[in-house]
Nanobody, 123 residues
Framework: QVQLAESGGGLVQAGGSLRLSCTAS????????ISWFRQPPGKGRELVAS????????SYTDSVKDRFTISRDYAKSTMYLQMNNLKPEDTAVYFC????????????????WGQGTQVTVSS
């Protein structure tokens, strides 16, 4: 069974950068889409970015386009989310998740989840 673990969150000032990592403890992501969701305080989970593990195709929600970049490293079974020009509204717990097939916004359709990592952006 795949287990996911995020790291890289923290406190940063507006305009700063962070890189989140999501590593699989075992298994393979072949055929999967891997996504980053975020959950601001008191709100639901929002799909931020996704990558098809095999093909490498990516997608982003409009609010993070041109600021965030999702990528993956086959050899390390790790996915990354590079976040630049961070804004206070990016403050949230960030989760990585995996599902077979294409990425969709419905978090309930994802099979595997990490524990989450806090990102706080101060103004």
């Amino acid at each position: 069974q795949v287990q996911l673990a995020e790291s890289g969150g923290g406190l940063v000032q507006a305009g700063g950068s962070l890189r989140l990592s999501c590593t699989a403890s075992e298994g393979t992501f072949t055929g999967y889409s891997i996504s980053w969701f975020r959950q601001p305080p008191g709100k639901g989970r929002e799909l931020v970015a996704s990558i098809r593990w095999s093909a490498g195709t990516t997608s982003y929600t409009d609010s993070v386009k041109d600021r965030f970049t999702i990528s993956r490293d086959y050899a390390k079974s790790t996915m990354y989310l590079q976040m630049n020009n961070l804004k206070p509204e990016d403050t949230a717990v960030y989760f990585c998740a995996a599902r077979i097939g294409g990425a969709v916004p419905d978090s309930a359709t994802y099979t595997y989840w990490g524990q989450g990592t806090q990102v706080t952006v101060s103004s």
